[in-house]
């Protein structure tokens, strides 16, 4: 039996998978590639020691800074991570990432590294936004699928379009939807409102808990470029509160991971609607256990 706990930033999802997986007596596997990269582990939420130790836990701070996430790679990480264990309780809030655990994307073209590198430097030097204008003009319809501000996907539909000449939202037509066979799938969702004030709480305690240390170790090691080019949430704010040239961007990252977490509950919707969905501030626990035919 494989479980798979899915859901937004900063909903519950971490420790209702910790839960899970203890009460099948079972492993949480991460299905996040920024939570499985070491020294981001306060600004990406990785799962605190209370929570790992509830269950066992695999997949977090393993990989380097230096390492690149790729769907389709990251992908069969992850499934080596869950054919490893027994009972595995995978958790995730990345649908495209989740699609490529699930061995549903297409066969896409293969990037030069160096076309990435140049289109992550132009993100830097311009802007993600401009960036994202430039996408409308040459795949409007992918463009209109991605958030101007989502640099990861607007990088790579724009390098993937520069690659091979043809447009990401023909390449991307293919991925196939729905559950693959011999997995019980829960999603966690709060109310919109609810959902905010998640990640208001989750931001404040990541910043009590020391993500600013952690960003300003991350450069003092050098580890500039790497998050320039990761880009992974609300990191560059931090760099520039560290660096001294912003003196207050919490409530920056606030935002930013607000409309980070509504286009991640809007896609669990829209693309796995069927799924059943649990909400943590409205049911209790043995309902989320019920939903997975647990009880």
Request: glycine share 12%; hydrophobic share 45%; net charge positive.
């Amino acid at each position: 039996m494989k479980i798979a706990i899915l859901g937004p930033t900063a909903s519950g999802k971490s420790g209702l998978a910790a839960a899970v997986a203890r009460r099948v007596g079972g492993t949480v596997v991460n299905g996040d590639p920024f939570q499985s990269i070491t020294g981001l582990a306060v600004g990406t939420g990785q799962p605190s020691e209370a929570e790992q130790g509830v269950a066992p836990h695999l997949g977090y701070g393993l990989l380097p800074l230096s390492t690149r996430p790729n769907p389709a790679l990251f992908g069969g990480q992850v499934r080596m991570w869950l054919g490893s264990i027994d009972k595995p309780v995978l958790v995730t809030g990345s649908g495209l990432y989740l699609r490529g655990i699930w061995g549903q994307l297409t066969d896409l073209p293969e990037v030069p590294e160096s076309m990435v590198a140049k289109v992550r430097h132009w993100s830097m030097v311009l802007g993600v936004p401009r960036l994202h204008r430039v996408l409308a003009g040459v795949d409007p319809k992918r463009a209109a699928e991605l958030h101007p501000n989502d640099g990861a996907r607007v990088t790579r539909a724009l390098s993937l379009h520069l690659a091979t000449g043809l447009k990401a939202s023909t390449l991307l037509t293919g991925v196939r939807l729905g559950v693959p066979e011999g997995w019980r799938v829960l999603i966690v969702l709060s109310t919109r409102e609810m959902q905010r004030k998640r990640v208001e709480q989750r931001v404040a305690e990541q910043m009590r808990s020391g993500w600013q240390d952690e960003v300003a170790r991350l450069l003092a090691a050098g580890h500039l470029a790497d998050l320039e080019a990761l880009r992974p949430l609300g990191y560059l704010g931090l760099v520039a509160m560290v660096e001294g040239s912003r003196h207050s961007g919490v409530l920056g990252i606030v935002q930013e991971t607000q409309a980070f977490a509504k286009r991640q509950a809007t896609w669990f919707r829209n693309q796995l609607g069927d799924v059943p969905h649990w909400n943590p501030d409205l049911e209790p626990l043995d309902a989320a256990f019920e939903k997975l035919g647990l009880s």
